[in-house]
């Protein structure tokens, strides 16, 4: 058979199982963001190439799906959807926010078929696109939080930090591109001992050296504040600061405290988010559930000015996360199973429209013998049968089904 049976590695089917959890995962959340005012948008699964480049950095280029068209248009799987959400924002009214919601799938290229990564992964997202301030930031970590508890996670964080706070930090020591680059990776893996070699090397003076160093360590709740502050000598970091501080005390105060976890030294996406970030985990899973952020330089990429935040769930993610927990919904089981000798088929017809109306799965057995019915109802946990005969109907329960031998 070749190939015939297999598919390309980083891809899958969802069999009954997996697609039903997804698709119920996916109806809990948007039915979420619908009960805020969200709208849900559509965007082609293939753009061209150019929407993404001036945007995404290279090493994200390269992980793009590319093909071309017949034109000789470079073409490109969309590699995430926020992108395409601001290009639409183009077309609708900004004199007031507009709030958009997504469930669709992403594409992500790479060459290695060791990894257990897949190239095709669904997200679930909300854009709030136009100049909502503070109190949009406050809607969206609110969001974030309700996302999770009404998926049935429990143990989890919604990390909340700024990249302005070390964009204001590093704005007087001179370091290029790619010296920050490799700072900020350090810091994110709060590597104390190479972040010192690396700034002793750049020759950073120690004012600076010892602020940097203290960044890895700005993670937790309020008590983090004063040390932030210590260290805030600039107008970026100190509006970076209060920002992170101001959101801390809403939530606080609409009892989601014990969500929400401050990390001043979480850097996401420099060249991408322009404040505000945001990364969700759940305490038995180690990979990030939820990510996002203000995203204010996207929009004006596309010819208009429209400031921005919002957040992705990795649906997999979230799916693998809850089912550790044991909270993954189960495909329901069937209510009625039945065969028929088809003499009336009306009578057939009515009968199992009138359960299927009330809410019943019933399922018609392709056999003719009672035995054989009840086996079947045994095997899939099925507890009421149904024999059709011309106009009569001859009902079970589960204890005549057990009771068969």
Do not use: W
């Not at 929400?260 to 322009?274: A, C, E, K, P, W």
């Amino acid at each position: 058979m070749g190939r015939r049976l297999r598919i390309p590695y980083g891809f899958q089917d969802l069999l009954p199982k997996e697609c039903y959890a997804k698709k119920r995962l996916e109806a809990v959340l948007t039915e979420i963001y619908g009960s805020y005012g969200y709208n849900e948008v559509e965007t082609p699964t293939i753009e061209y190439y150019d929407a993404f480049h001036d945007v995404y950095a290279p090493d994200k280029l390269k992980k793009m799906f590319k093909m071309t068209d017949s034109d000789g248009s470079l073409l490109a799987l969309r590699p995430d959807i926020t992108l395409q959400v601001c290009r639409m924002a183009s077309k609708l009214d900004l004199n007031y926010p507009q709030r958009l919601f997504y469930a669709e799938n992403c594409f992500e290229y790479f060459d290695n078929g060791d990894t257990a990564r897949s190239r095709e992964f669904a997200q679930v997202g909300v854009e709030l696109i136009g100049d909502s301030g503070i109190d949009g930031e406050i809607e969206i970590i609110t969001l974030a939080v309700q996302s999770f508890l009404a998926c049935g996670l429990v143990d989890f964080k919604i990390d909340i930090g700024n990249n302005n706070f070390f964009k204001g930090l590093i704005s007087e020591i001179g370091l290029n591109k790619k010296d920050i680059a490799q700072l900020t990776e350090f810091i994110n893996k709060k590597d104390f001992f190479a972040i010192e070699v690396f700034l002793q090397s750049k020759k950073i003076a120690s004012e600076f050296c010892d602020k940097l160093l203290l960044l890895p360590s700005l993670f937790g709740g309020r008590e983090v504040f004063a040390k932030a502050e210590s260290i805030c000598n600039n107008k970026l970091s100190l509006s970076a600061f209060e920002n992170i501080k101001t959101l801390y005390d809403a939530l606080k105060e609409i009892g989601y405290e014990q969500y929400v976890s401050i990390d001043f030294g979480m850097l996401h996406g420099l060249d991408y988010y322009s404040g505000l970030v945001l990364k969700g985990y759940s305490k038995n899973f180690g990979l990030c559930l939820l990510d996002g952020g203000r995203y204010d330089g996207l929009c004006p990429s596309f010819g208009f000015d429209g400031k921005a935040v919002g957040f992705a769930i990795g649906v997999k993610r979230l799916l693998s996360a809850l089912n550790e927990t044991g909270r993954q919904d189960s495909v329901p089981t069937i209510d009625y199973a039945y065969f028929s000798d088809n003499a009336d088929r009306k009578t057939e017809m009515s009968f199992t429209e009138i359960l299927r109306k009330k809410g019943f799965r019933v399922l018609k057995i392709f056999c003719k013998d009672k035995s054989a019915l009840f086996e079947y109802c045994k095997q899939n946990k099925i507890r009421n049968a149904c024999i059709i005969y011309n106009k009569d109907i001859i009902e079970f329960g589960e204890e005549d089904i057990l009771c068969q031998t």
